[in-house]
């Protein structure tokens, strides 16, 4: 087919789509052909063309349509096989406009479509190759032994944090942690946890902001040895690892400092959250930008009752939208803080895959803006769940809008500077007015508390599991053994959740919002790549 020819056919597509007897069926074959004749054919894309995609994007014509976010699914992909084929800096620049358009100004499917669509754009992501070391012969040690080995003397009895048994050392009062196994931990997830540390140190990384990153220690040449006595009691129900396999290391004094710790004596004044929540937001863009990415920033899940019996373990997936259990319990020990970013077991190396990046930054705002969240309630965390009515407590007035909306942009604005290496310029596609009022609305009333223990789940457990959950829950000895388990599902408060149980989250301003700022970091990334600009 020769040029001629293929401009005839792009027009008649083109013309095809902009009338308005076209049906759902036709439009989206018009728009399939149109996505293939440009992928194949990239020399014939025009302005017009741009313009003639955004129109589906924006039109509300189908978007009752059951199969709707296929249609426009297309229509975001080839917008997206524009920026990337596209021969001119400015037929890029008006396909990124048009598709950023569309995140600015709808929701839904259209919204969802566009923001994929520039999440999946090509990006060079080269993380490092991190060898954990794994020996089969693991040392064994006594505690004095290792006070010993590192000259340690007149320290405190250690205490445990956690999982962690913590003692201060030196002058400086560092500390001196021991993180043990849990009974699911592998041997490899623990060495792997130390490899990073060691990386991170030594492996040439610029941080010009404070990154107090702890240094692994070995004994008897290795990074995980079993601890044969334990310096101070265990409480029941602990799932520690019964062989008692830990590793080392030396951290900074701050390294148990949240940003958001309840405690009054504890809590952070405004100017240093904002500072501590900026930077981290910075550094997790930076990893990120160097394929280093946190997976777990806070524990997500959306159902923390079936994560025994579910292939998902019950975690939180934002892009699905569903209701986000317990997320204030969630914030309360965030794996970053005065020292910036912590327990790097959950560190992964990722090589070039656009979609899973997409979902991993999200994953980082939406986990920097719960916790923002959080910050507010956390002045006071006697205001929380039901009253004596049985009524939602309403603590809206420990939020200030204007700090909120504050924070949310300066975490963006950062997230962005870490990982794209530059300032975001022009205007953002997104209302911080209206999210910082949603998510004082949402977060800051206690409405959903509710969850459902299944009949299903109750099966899967033990009668010591059964009384043991309900007995954690709140329930006296008295009430429990009034349950009959498996008979009938009970309901149990564990709350606050974003969403009613089995619903969507109640807050899905924040999800289409971080959508949105993950596809804007994507988009200015490749923009960056391929044309050495900062975005338009």
């Not at 249609?71 to 096989?81: P, Q, S, T």
């Amino acid at each position: 087919m020769n040029a001629r020819e293929l401009r005839k056919e792009r027009a008649v597509l083109e013309n095809g789509l902009r009338r308005e007897d076209m049906d759902f069926a036709g439009t989206y074959l018009a728009v399939c052909d149109l996505h293939e004749l440009i992928r194949t054919r990239p020399e014939t894309v025009m302005p017009e063309t741009i313009q003639v995609f955004r129109g589906v994007l924006m039109s509300r014509e189908f978007s009752r349509q059951t199969q709707s976010f296929f249609l426009y699914r297309e229509a975001a992909d080839a917008l997206a096989a524009m920026i990337v084929c596209a021969a001119s800096e400015p037929l890029a620049v008006e396909a990124i406009r048009a598709l950023t358009n569309v995140l600015g100004t709808t929701e839904g499917h259209a919204h969802r479509a566009a923001a994929g669509a520039l999440g999946s754009l090509p990006i060079a992501i080269q993380g490092p190759e991190i060898s954990d070391g794994t020996r089969e012969d693991i040392p064994s040690i006594k505690w004095h032994e290792i006070l010993k080995e590192m000259d340690v003397t007149n320290c405190d009895e250690p205490a445990l944090i956690g999982r962690s048994l913590v003692v201060a050392i030196g002058e400086e009062k560092k500390l001196l942690v021991f993180k043990l196994a849990r009974t699911e931990c592998s041997l490899q997830c623990m060495c792997r946890e130390a490899a990073w540390m060691e990386h991170l140190y030594s492996g040439g990384y610029s941080f010009p902001v404070r990154f107090n990153i702890p240094t692994a220690i070995k004994i008897q040449g290795s990074h995980v040895f079993r601890l044969e006595n334990m310096p101070v009691g265990m409480p029941e129900g602990t799932d520690l690892h019964p062989d008692g396999y830990a590793i080392g290391f030396i951290a900074h004094r701050e390294y148990f400092t949240y940003p958001n710790d309840h405690m009054a004596e504890r809590l952070l004044t405004m100017e240093r959250f904002r500072e501590v929540m900026f930077r981290n937001a910075w550094l997790l863009g930076k990893l990120t930008f160097s394929g280093i990415v946190h997976s777990a920033p806070i524990p997500l899940f959306h159902n923390r009752v079936q994560r025994d019996r579910r292939e998902d373990h019950g975690l939180y997936e934002w892009p699905r939208r569903g209701r986000l259990d317990r997320w204030l319990a969630s914030c309360s020990y965030p794996n970053f803080g005065m020292t910036g970013i912590r327990d790097f077991e959950h560190l992964i190396a990722l090589n070039g895959l656009s979609r899973k990046l997409h979902y991993y930054i999200g994953t980082h705002i939406f986990s920097l803006l719960l916790v923002t969240g959080s910050y507010f309630r956390d002045k006071d965390r006697s205001r929380v769940g039901l009253d004596e009515q049985g009524n939602p407590i309403d603590a809206r007035d420990l939020f200030d809008k204007q700090f909120l909306k504050e924070l949310i942009e300066g975490i963006f604005s950062r997230y962005y500077q870490g990982f794209v290496g530059r300032e975001i310029v022009g205007e953002v596609p997104l209302d911080f007015d209206e999210l910082s009022y949603r998510m004082i609305e949402e977060m800051g009333v206690d409405r959903y508390m509710e969850e459902l223990l299944r009949v299903v789940d109750q099966k899967e457990m033990s009668d010591e599991e059964f009384t043991k959950f309900l007995g954690e829950r709140g329930y006296s000895g008295d009430y429990i053994r009034g349950f009959k388990k498996g008979v009938e599902d009970i309901t149990i408060y564990t709350g606050p959740h974003l969403g009613g149980f089995n619903e969507r989250i109640s807050l899905p301003e924040l999800i289409e919002s971080v959508e949105t700022m993950s596809a804007l970091c994507i988009v200015g990334r490749h923009y960056r790549e391929k044309f050495s600009k900062p975005t338009c």
